[in-house]
């Protein structure tokens, strides 16, 4: 799924690297747990979230995640658009709930991924 | 196994919010040598998990990134309080984070499981009241 494709589907603002949503995604993660979404592994995957903070952003780049999606209108820091901008991370914030925003994405295609196991 | 690059961090254990820094620079450092990027994934997922442990239980520590011909190990060095008990810190789940932790969004008992998950090979060595190594090997071939 195009990530210009996920802005339409949740009604979303784009707040930084809006040139870089033709890009492709093949999965998604809707957490507000770190950890967890590092035990989850797929590259070019959306990352869906209710937290705001640098680890955010730091977590998708780890993960080489190409889009963060921040839900219930919450807002990323100026300090979290620069981190985003340096990996080329597309951020962008629905008024959409985690529930119907995953839920959108989900039965429009976008399937989630298995957790690795150890 | 002869050492061809080494890379030391110290990893600040004041502020939550710089912690990663020196994971996102080893992935930088690790593209530029032309590694495969699912070995740097691992690699800085494995490190990133490690150093976030040290900001939020051990007050910081040091970080060495030494790359082989054969593998890439991650050294992670602090004198925080030691794991009690390390069986039971592996289980997924477990966590001794606090609630503030867990509001920044860790804390979910996923990181030392998370350290395995991406490694090829751990080990920790943890003294209660001295502090803990944990030595995690990512294979090159």
């Known amino acids: 799924m195009k990530i210009s494709k996920i802005k339409e589907l949740l009604d979303a603002q784009v707040i930084c690297c809006e040139e870089n949503t033709n890009e492709d995604v093949f999965s998604a993660c809707g957490s507000d747990m770190m950890s967890d979404v590092l035990a989850y592994v797929k590259d070019q995957a959306v990352l869906l979230t209710g937290l705001v903070n640098s680890q955010v952003v730091r977590t998708a780049e780890m993960m080489d995640m190409r889009c963060i999606v921040f839900v219930r209108s919450k807002m990323p820091t100026a300090e979290m658009i620069e981190l985003a901008r340096e990996a080329g991370i597309v951020i962008m914030a629905t008024k959409k709930r985690m529930y119907e925003a995953c839920g959108k994405l989900y039965s429009n295609g976008l399937v989630g991924n298995k957790v690795r196991d150890v | 196994m002869s050492e061809l690059l080494k890379f030391h961090f110290d990893v600040d254990g004041t502020d939550f919010t710089s912690a990663g820094q020196a994971s996102v620079q080893v992935k930088k450092n690790l593209r530029q040598l ?12 494995a490190m990133y998990e490690g150093e976030i442990n040290m900001v939020i239980h051990a007050g910081g520590g040091e ?11 991650i050294r992670l060095h602090d004198h925080g309080p ?7 810190a592996m289980q997924e789940g477990f966590s001794t984070a606090t609630d503030t932790i867990r509001t920044l969004g860790f804390g979910a008992g996923m990181g030392l499981p998370n350290m395995k998950r991406y490694s090829d090979d751990i080990e920790i060595h943890s003294e209660l009241g001295v502090g803990t190594d944990i030595i995690m090997r990512v294979n090159l071939t």
Do not use: L, M
């Not at chain 2, 032309?34 to 997922?45: A, D």
């Not at chain 2, 030691?82 to 039971?88: F, P, T, V």
């Open chain 2, 34 to 45: 032309g590694i495969p990027p699912e070995i740097i994934r691992r690699v800085s997922i």
């Open chain 2, 63 to 73: 970080a060495d990134v030494i790359v082989t011909e054969t593998a890439i190990e």
């Open chain 2, 82 to 88: 030691g794991i009690k008990n390390i069986d039971q």
